[in-house]
C-alpha cells in the first residue's frame, strides 16, 4: 500500500502552521483546566465546572483539527483559501466565558 497523496506540494504552508497554533490553544485550555483544580480547595465545586468547561474547548479543537486541516489543504490547491471565523469566534467567546465563570467562583 502506498501512503495517502499529501493535498499541497508545499509540507510548510499554512494548514501546518494553523494546526499547530490551534494544538498551542487546546494545550492552554488543558493547562488552564488543570490549575482551575488547584482552586478547588479554596473556592469550591464552581471550580469543577471551569474544570469541565476548559476540557470541552480543548476537546472540541482536538476533534475539528483533521477537518480544519484538509479545508485549508484544499483551499491551497484551489487556490482559494478562507479564514475559519466560527471557530474563532467560538473560541473567543469561550475565553471570555470562562473568565467570567473565574470570577464568578472567586466571589461566591
Known amino acids: 500500500m502506498s501512503p495517502a497523496a499529501p493535498l499541497h506540494a508545499d ?3 499554512q494548514p501546518e502552521r494553523t494546526v ?3 494544538g498551542r ?3 492552554l485550555f488543558a493547562v488552564v483546566g488543570a490549575v482551575f483544580l488547584r ?3 479554596h473556592y469550591g465545586f464552581w471550580t469543577l465546572g471551569l474544570t469541565l468547561s476548559c476540557a470541552v474547548v480543548a476537546g472540541a479543537i482536538y476533534l475539528t483539527q483533521r477537518r480544519r486541516y ?3 489543504s484544499r483551499g ?3 487556490e482559494q483559501v478562507e479564514a475559519d471565523v466560527p ?3 467560538i473560541t473567543t467567546l469561550a475565553t471570555v466565558v470562562l473568565g467570567l465563570l473565574g470570577i464568578l467562583a472567586v466571589l461566591a
Open 25 to 27: 490553544t487546546m494545550m
Open 87 to 89: 471557530a474563532v469566534l
Open 76 to 78: 491551497i490547491a484551489a
Open 11 to 13: 509540507p510548510g504552508l
Open 70 to 72: 484538509s479545508r485549508q
Open 39 to 41: 482552586w478547588l480547595p
Open 20 to 22: 499547530l497554533s490551534w
